[in-house]
């Protein structure tokens, strides 16, 4: 059983800096791409950052800049660090990660970690 577990979420005032982490456990063979997603009230789901297997990166346009995904593949695990936060970037952050195990390789979700940016 593959499971993943998120951190680092909170309240935070405009202009402040969060640091998500999303650790990966179980008997894994190896990940290739993780990322975050985000979901703001009625709102939809949308990619916010992806990071593939290589290291290669892709960003939401509205993040750009200020955001900054990694990985450590020793510790199976990813981080956002999110930076210059505004209103707008409050919502659920979701990680994923693609996993491949010696039975399949399937798409793995986070629990969610709130982020609040408010003064």
């Known amino acids: 059983q593959v499971q993943l577990v998120e951190s680092g979420g909170g309240l935070v005032q405009p202009g402040g800096s969060l640091r998500l982490s999303c650790a990966a456990s179980?008997?894994?063979?190896?990940?290739?791409?993780m990322g975050w997603y985000r979901q703001a009230p009625g709102k939809e789901r949308e990619l916010v950052a992806s990071i593939s297997s290589g290291s290669s990166t892709t960003y939401e346009d509205s993040v750009k800049g200020r955001f900054t995904i990694s990985r450590d593949n020793a510790k199976n695990t990813v981080y956002l660090q999110m930076n210059s936060l505004k209103p707008d970037d409050t919502a659920v952050y979701y990680c994923y990660a693609e996993v491949v195990t010696y039975r399949s390789t399937e798409d793995y979700w986070g629990q969610g970690t709130q982020v609040t940016v408010s003064s």
């Open positions: 179980g008997i894994i063979v190896r990940i290739n791409g």
